[in-house]
């Protein structure tokens, strides 16, 4: 069964740090561009990174320097470091794969996504 | 920057009418387009791709057309469970880049 499950979301302190994990079963990490997207409250989706071919990563502008994406093929695992959080990166954080997944496909497989709460 | 509007913000129809979703990019793009269904509570789900193209398991009353700056979403005959937000995205180029959105509701 394919499924992408996220965890490590919760309630932080600005310029805390917080480490979001997406454990992939069903397809392999390694071989797929695998992205995070966040969703601030009652706004739409906002993509935030993308890795791909083992080391190539992007960012958006807004989290460039303070987010580190990673991928652990070991565990099938798909990670995002999160560094000096603002109140603006309050959001649900999902991980979705693609948007190449064997062809330019978009993002056709998603978490249910975590919580990530920045306030004092 | 690529800006990416869609319009209208709200449609309010019936069950059984058509809906139609436009997509309109602030500069001429491929048909890298997807299309994205998402309903409270829940993750964004994958419609359509390459613009006109339903991803898996997605039903033949959905349909994707346009090409250059203008897209567009079309739902033939709305089901109860059609009554959701849409958004397209951008994925030919770094940022990806996401719409607005569309709120599809009951009239």
């Known amino acids: 069964e394919v499924q992408l499950v996220e965890t490590g979301g919760g309630l932080i302190q600005p310029g805390g740090s917080l480490r979001l994990s997406c454990e992939v079963s069903?397809?392999?990490?390694?071989?797929?561009?695998m992205s995070w997207v966040r969703q601030a409250p009652g706004k739409g989706p906002e993509w935030v990174s993308v890795?791909?071919?083992?080391?190539?990563?992007y960012y958006a502008e807004s989290v460039k320097g303070r987010f580190t994406i990673s991928r652990d093929n070991s565990k099938n695992t798909l990670h995002l470091q999160m560094n000096s959080l603002r109140v603006e990166d309050t959001a649900v954080y999902y991980c979705?794969?693609?948007?190449?997944?064997?062809?330019?496909?978009?993002?056709?497989?998603w978490g249910q996504g975590t919580l990530v709460t920045v306030s004092s | 920057e690529i800006v990416m509007t869609q319009s209208p913000a709200t449609l309010s129809l019936s069950p059984g009418e058509r809906a139609t979703l436009s997509c309109r990019v602030s500069?001429?793009?491929?048909?890298?387009l997807a299309w994205y269904q998402q309903k409270p509570g829940q993750a964004p789900r994958l419609l359509m791709y390459?613009?006109?193209t339903r991803a898996t398991g997605i039903p033949a009353r959905f349909s994707g057309s346009g090409s250059g700056t203008d897209f567009t979403l079309t739902i033939s005959s709305l089901q109860s469970e059609d009554f959701a937000v849409y958004y397209c995205?951008?994925?030919?180029?770094?940022?990806?880049?996401f719409g607005g959105g569309t709120k599809v509701e009951i009239k």
């Open positions: 979705a794969r693609g948007p190449y997944s064997g062809g330019w496909y978009g993002l056709d497989l």
């Open positions: 069903g397809f392999s990490v390694s071989a797929n561009y």
């Open positions: 890795i791909y071919s083992g080391t190539t990563t």
């Open positions: 500069q001429s793009v491929s048909s890298n």
């Open positions: 390459g613009a006109s």
């Open positions: 995205q951008l994925y030919n180029n770094w940022p990806l880049t």
